[in-house]
Nanobody
Framework: VQLQAFGGGLVQPGGSLRLSCVAS????????IGWFRQTLGKEREGVSC????????YYADSVKGRFIISRDNAKNTVYLQMNSLQPEDSAVYYC?????????????????????WGQGTQVTVSS
């Protein structure tokens, strides 16, 4: 199982970024992919996740209405479209995957339930 995250960068408040997570080495139908973020000294926070078989999603309250998670199974890629970014969204963003039946539910945001992680990509929101 391999995940590669791309797309971070520096953006002004109110701006947008799209992160990509490219997956390989497993059957997408049986897995979910989640996005998490972490700042120095804080625990890793669940941002959103998607069930790859049917596109069902969860979002953290802090990003609802601003972030959109989507998948393109043909490209083995999950996207996180981040709009109306604010300085508090600045963090290292990670994508993770795990079997759907292990993580896709009310506890999706708990990072230690996810066993496979990509490298992080830095998102900085600053003027």
């Amino acid at each position: 199982v391999q995940l590669q995250a791309f797309g971070g960068g520096l953006v002004q408040p109110g701006g947008s970024l799209r992160l990509s997570c490219v997956a390989s080495g497993f059957s997408l139908d049986d897995y979910a992919i989640g996005w998490f973020r972490q700042t120095l000294g804080k625990e890793r926070e669940g941002v959103s996740c998607v069930r790859l078989s049917d596109g069902s999603t969860y979002y953290a309250d802090s990003v609802k209405g601003r972030f959109i998670i989507s998948r393109d199974n043909a490209k083995n890629t999950v996207y996180l479209q981040m709009n109306s970014l604010q300085p508090e969204d600045s963090a290292v963003y990670y994508c993770a995957t795990e079997r759907t039946d292990s993580v896709f539910g009310s506890s999706w945001y708990i990072s230690y339930l996810w066993n496979y992680w990509g490298q992080g990509t830095q998102v900085t929101v600053s003027s």
